[in-house]
């Protein structure tokens, strides 16, 4: 029975096209994409158990016992739920690691049950190596539009106001300073540059329809939590034009208030619970002033930390958050600020910046900008 095999990556990932990948979840775990789902032919110890047959006697042996372990019952139940999520994504592709053996099975079992399903030539391997290659092609391409201001002027806000722009903070899922862990950790840096490759692949299609309009990023360091940005995007971003916001003080205290304490006490009730979530999040801030004691000197994070305990108490006894604002305030003028200024100056001579205004003002210059194409060569 011919069996189709498929190798349009850039289709794929345009379209969204739901991804059934049957990699052991070791393997999942380790990089995928954001449209896949992983319904393994192999588990872990299995895949393990025919990987030492494979070394030991060769592929014939591996094979057999492969089918051995993957037989009656366990065939069935397997093939079962891969039934059902191919009724659930009728539009579906289906890859293993390489494209070969794994994924050939799995398509071959679920023909013969009625269900044929396209295979994506190269399986995971290539739809990688077409993703990294596709990020250096489109970091190179893109007009880009760099986005910068002190820490609670509110960049992400900004970015999340625009369409042409690329939240990278989003897809690294951190907030990209020391108080910017989230629950649930961090993506592993093969799916953080797999996230991004399309996004910016998305991007990239709509500039050959609508011209080559800039694209917004955030100004960010290499590394975004424990993620590194790429370093050819990276460069770019650098050497792009800038804007600014400036906020005064007590808006980006309210800013940072909403982002660090309000905002996040939904996730940790989403990850851990409502009963849990305070204590929690209180744990994750006062562990994040932790982390940088050293650059606040032992007694001002001691005063800080005293100031922290007290408004997480006066939280979990009223529900009130304004005793926050307090440290919120300190860190942001005597650590946040200092920081900044120190790396403006490092970056020495830099390009007039294209504007500079409140959150507003610059949400509003960016919308435009994005609007009008960017000349050749730019």
């Not at 609508?210 to 460069?235: A, F, I, M, T």
């Not at 990850?271 to 209180?282: C, I, Q, V, Y």
């Not at 120190?342 to 900008?369: C, E, M, N, Y």
Request: glycine share 8%; with cysteine; charged share 25%.
């Amino acid at each position: 029975m011919t069996q189709t095999l498929t190798s349009n990556y850039l289709d794929l990932f345009l379209r969204d096209v739901p991804l059934l990948d049957v990699r052991a979840p070791v393997e999942f775990a380790q990089g995928a994409f954001p449209n896949a789902d992983n319904l393994p032919l192999l588990t872990d110890t299995e895949r393990h158990e025919v990987g030492l047959r494979y070394n030991d006697e060769g592929q014939p042996a591996a094979i057999e016992l492969g089918h051995a372990l993957v037989g009656g019952r366990v065939r069935e139940a397997r093939l079962q739920s891969w039934l059902r999520w191919c009724e659930r994504h009728p539009d579906g592709q289906l890859y293993c690691f390489r494209g070969g053996m794994r994924s050939g099975t799995v398509q071959e079992w679920l023909a013969q049950a009625g269900r044929p399903i396209p295979r994506i030539r190269g399986g995971y391997k290539a739809m990688r190596r077409f993703l990294l290659d596709s990020l250096e092609q489109t970091s190179a391409a893109l007009p880009l539009l760099l986005l910068s201001g002190r820490s609670g002027t509110g960049k992400t806000r900004v970015i999340e106001a625009i369409d042409h722009a690329v939240d990278l903070e989003g897809l690294a899922r951190h907030r990209g300073s020391a108080f910017g862990r989230r629950p649930g950790g961090q993506p592993t840096q093969p799916d953080f540059e797999n996230r991004l490759a399309i996004a910016l692949l998305r991007l990239h299609a709509l500039q050959e329809t609508g011209g080559r309009r800039p694209v917004v990023v955030e100004d960010e360091s290499k590394l975004v939590g424990h993620r590194l940005v790429p370093p050819s995007l990276y460069l770019r971003m650098k050497a792009s034009p800038r804007v600014f916001i400036e906020e005064p003080l007590e808006s980006r205290v309210q800013v940072t208030l909403d982002d660090y304490v309000s905002g996040p006490l939904a996730e940790y009730v989403q990850f851990h619970g409502e009963a849990d979530a305070l204590d929690r999040l209180g744990a994750e801030l006062l562990a994040s002033l932790d982390r940088i004691r050293n650059r606040l000197g032992d007694a001002r994070h001691h005063e800080l930390r005293q100031a922290l305990r007290s408004a997480l108490d006066e939280q979990a006894r009223s529900g009130a958050v304004e005793g926050h604002r307090g440290w919120i305030r300190a860190l942001l003028a005597e650590y946040y600020d200092p920081l900044y200024d120190h790396a403006l100056k490092r970056q020495g001579d830099i390009d007039a910046p294209l504007f500079v205004g409140s959150r507003a003002d610059v949400t509003a210059f960016l919308r435009d900008a994005v609007r009008r194409p960017v000349a050749p060569g730019r």
